[in-house]
Structure formats: structure tokens, C-alpha cells
């Protein structure tokens, strides 16, 4: 495993972790029986099917010549996992692909009439994504980019740049792509929109980005098969759930590199809806450093100590700048990188010398490979510590209670 966790200064002792590891055996048991229901994600980098991962390079290779413009639809899983791995991976992408956009994820008419200008000026294929086609925010914006699209190139030619991924049998978006012939991938049933990153739901959008899909899969695949790498995910599982155990409540995942912003998105949706039950979890935030700590760093130093710190360190980020001998004696000779990273240290010795406990993931580079690991990786301490809450990590019952309520107001306007 490339990824390395430093656990030393979270504030749980070693025998502590030791004495989860039984119980974390029993789920890791469970996972990969191939009997836990949504458990799907877990074989699927090993044991992806390769017809199926052609179709999906063949078909992004289409889009790249049919458009300059890609505009994803969907909410939640379906879409934060792709805008997570694209834009960690903005400098690693093949040069001239479609510019990605996002739409569906909010009910804001600005943002969509904007989207609509564009879509004006620059040949645009849509991608849908929705497990059953009736989540609301995905069905309006659908509704409304679609409209766009046969005016712009008529009924016939719109279908041909529509791509739906979708529930493999049933639904309102299943009989729409069907009866128009928009080109399909399926939902895999036994895979949650949170867990759903590595299916066609990330790998289409993220190869007609220019992103290596295939190293996307090989990273997780050498998570999942590294014989190092359940005891690195237990013990993070453990070390999360004996720290709100003794009072934490809040895991701010922090990162330096602003690259890796959506992915900080991506791991708020997958710990929040995974763990989030029954008066139980752990609430996920996010900062970025090194500007939160001019806006944060006071609280986190010595405020409520009510949470704990996850720190997200890119070792050898893309790129670096010398810095010029104006900018001080202190600083001469030195990069911004290294002083990024001198920040990294500073700031986790200075929060454990507070009594804040701190996890350290190490990621060598911001590639595929490493990142295909890292969603692997964040994936199995999800399921592993809502287990040890006692939660099902799979369902999100609550979420239907606002939809309801909005349903509600909506028939009562």
C-alpha cells in the first residue's frame, strides 16, 4: 500500500486498536462474503467486467468527438465521486477533451441559465445519471438542458448526444432511454450512489474527462489485494470510533493542496449519509489550509474540543515555485512546497501539543493509481466504522424525511 496512515497522534493507544481488530476481522468477513446487501463495491475493482470497461472507453472516445462541452446531471453519489477524482486530477488529463460541467446537484435557476448560455456557444452532449429518474433536483435539470438540446439540434440528433446511466430494468429514466435510444450503462443494484465512484456512474464522465480510468481501477484493485492494507483501514475505523467514544463528535478532514476540495466533498456525503443514524456518527467537515487557519486555526487550537483532525497531505504536488530572496531571510532558498509541507508539520504539532487529536494520510502524488486508492481505502473505513456503531452503512433512511416534506409544500403551493 502506497498510502501511508500515521495514527500515532490521535490519542488512542496502540493496545486500544489492537483490541477492536477481532470484531474488524468479523466485518471484513462480512464485506467480502458476497452476502452483505450494497456490498458490491468491494470485489469490483478486482473483479470489474472488462467487456463493459471497453464499451465505456469506446463510448467516451465518441463523446470526445461528438462535443466540447459535457454536462454531468445527478446529486450526491452520483456525481461528487467524478467531480472529486476530476478536479484533484485537472493536470493529469489528455489535452483537448470535453470541458466538464455539473448541473442537477442544486434547484438553483441561476446556475442552470448559465449552464444554458453555454450550451449556446459550444456543441454539448448530456449525461444523466439517476437510479430511478424521479430525484428532483436531476429531473428538473434534465427537463430543462434537454429542452435545450432539441432546440439546438432536433429531436433525432439530441438523443444521439444524450447518455443515461441508470437502474438496468426499471424506471422513468429506463423507459425514457429506451423509447429514445440514448446510449445506456447500468447502476450496478448491489452498489450504493455513494460507494457507486469506480462504476460506470464515475468511469464514463471521468474518461470522457481524459482521466486513466484503467489506473483509476488498478489503485483500488492494489488496496483491495495488498495484505497490509485491512489492518491500515481498521485501525483507522477503530481509532474514529473509540475517539467518539470518548466525546468527539466532528472529523475535520483537512488538506493543503486545493486540488483536493471536491474530494473533501466526496468524503462529507460518504461518512455523513453512511454513519449518520439512530443519534450515532461522526458529523465530517472540511477545511482547506493553509487559508482556514487564518479564519479557523483559533477554534481548532483552542476551541470546543469536540472534534478531531484528519489530515489529507499530498507529498510531491504537480507543480512548484521557487521563492524570491524578497520575501525574507526566513524563507530565501526555500520552494512553496516545501514550505507547505514545513505548514503541514507545524500545525499538527501544534494542534497535538493542544490536546486535538490528529490522523496523517500520507499520498505520495495526485495520480489515478494513488487516487483509486484512496477512494478504496476511505470507502472500507466508512463501512467499517458504521458497523462498529452499530448503523448500516448502505441505507439513508433520513433522507426521505425532507423529500416528503417538500412534496408536501409542493402540492399544498
Known amino acids: ?72 446531471i445527478g446529486i450526491g453519489g452520483s456525481y461528487l465521486g467524478t467531480r472529486a477524482i476530476a478536479h484533484a486530477l485537472a493536470g493529469h488529463t489528455i489535452p483537448g477533451c470535453p470541458e466538464i460541467r455539473y448541473a442537477g446537484n442544486n434547484l438553483s435557476g441561476t446556475a442552470h441559465a448559465e449552464l444554458l448560455e453555454e450550451m449556446a456557444v459550444k456543441d454539448t452532449c448530456l449525461c444523466v445519471i439517476s437510479k430511478s429518474g424521479t430525484t428532483m433536483e436531476p429531473s428538473i435539470a434534465f427537463g430543462i438542458l434537454k429542452e435545450e438540446m432539441i432546440r439546438k ?13 441508470t437502474d438496468r430494468e ?25 460507494y457507486s465512484v469506480l462504476t460506470a456512474v464515475g468511469l464514463l464522465p471521468l474518461a470522457v474527462a481524459g482521466v486513466d480510468v484503467r489506473e483509476l481501477l488498478n489503485g ?35 488538506y493543503y493542496e486545493p486540488q483536493m476540495m471536491y474530494f473533501a466533498e466526496w468524503l462529507k456525503q ?22 482556514d487557519l487564518h479564519s479557523m486555526g483559533q477554534f481548532l487550537q483552542e476551541g470546543n474540543p469536540i472534534l478531531f483532525e484528519t489530515v489529507l497531505n499530498i507529498q510531491k504536488p504537480d507543480l512548484d515555485l521557487p521563492i524570491p ?25 501544534a494542534h497535538e501539543s493542544a490536546g486535538v487529536p490528529v490522523v496523517r494520510i500520507d499520498i505520495p ?30 441505507d439513508q433512511p433520513g433522507v426521505e424525511a425532507y423529500k416528503a416534506e417538500l412534496r408536501r409544500l409542493l402540492a399544498s403551493e
Not at 384 to 392: K, P, S
Open 220 to 254: 483500488a484493485a492494489a488496496m483491495a489485494t495488498d495484505p497490509l492494507w485491512d489492518f491500515e483501514a481498521g485501525d483507522y475505523a477503530s481509532a474514529r470510533y473509540e475517539l467518539m467514544k470518548t466525546g468527539k463528535a466532528i472529523e475535520v478532514f483537512e
Open 153 to 165: 439540434y432536433g429531436p433525432e440528433a439530441a438523443s444521439s448526444r444524450i447518455y443515461a446511466i
Open 325 to 349: 530572496d524578497s520575501a525574507g531571510k526566513l524563507l530565501m532558498g526555500k520552494t512553496m512546497n516545501q514550505v507547505n509541507q514545513i505548514a503541514v508539520d507545524a500545525v499538527i504539532a
Open 365 to 394: 502524488q495526485l495520480t489515478a493509481y494513488y487516487l483509486g486508492q484512496l477512494v478504496y481505502y476511505f470507502e472500507t473505513t466508512c463501512a467499517i466504522t458504521a458497523m462498529l456503531m452499530g448503523v448500516n452503512p448502505f
Open 170 to 194: 426499471k424506471g422513468i429514466l429506463r423507459k425514457e432511454a429506451d423509447d429514445e435510444g440514448y446510449v445506456t450503462f447500468d447502476v450496478p443494484d448491489d452498489v450504493g450512489g455513494r
Open 1 to 72: 500500500m502506497d498510502i501511508r496512515v500515521d495514527l500515532t497522534k490521535c490519542r488512542i493507544p496502540e493496545e486500544k486498536l489492537q483490541e477492536y481488530r477481532p470484531y474488524v476481522d468479523g466485518v471484513l468477513e462480512r464485506l467480502w462474503s458476497g452476502k452483505e446487501e450494497f456490498a458490491g463495491w468491494v470485489r469490483l475493482p478486482i473483479e470489474y467486467d472488462r467487456d463493459e470497461l471497453e464499451r465505456i472507453l469506446y463510448t467516451a472516445d465518441r463523446i470526445q468527438d461528438q462535443c466540447k462541452l459535457f454536462i454531468v
Open 270 to 291: 460518504l461518512f455523513g449519509e453512511s454513519e449518520g443514524k439512530e443519534g450515532k456518527g461522526l458529523f465530517p467537515a472540511s477545511l482547506q489550509f493553509t487559508s
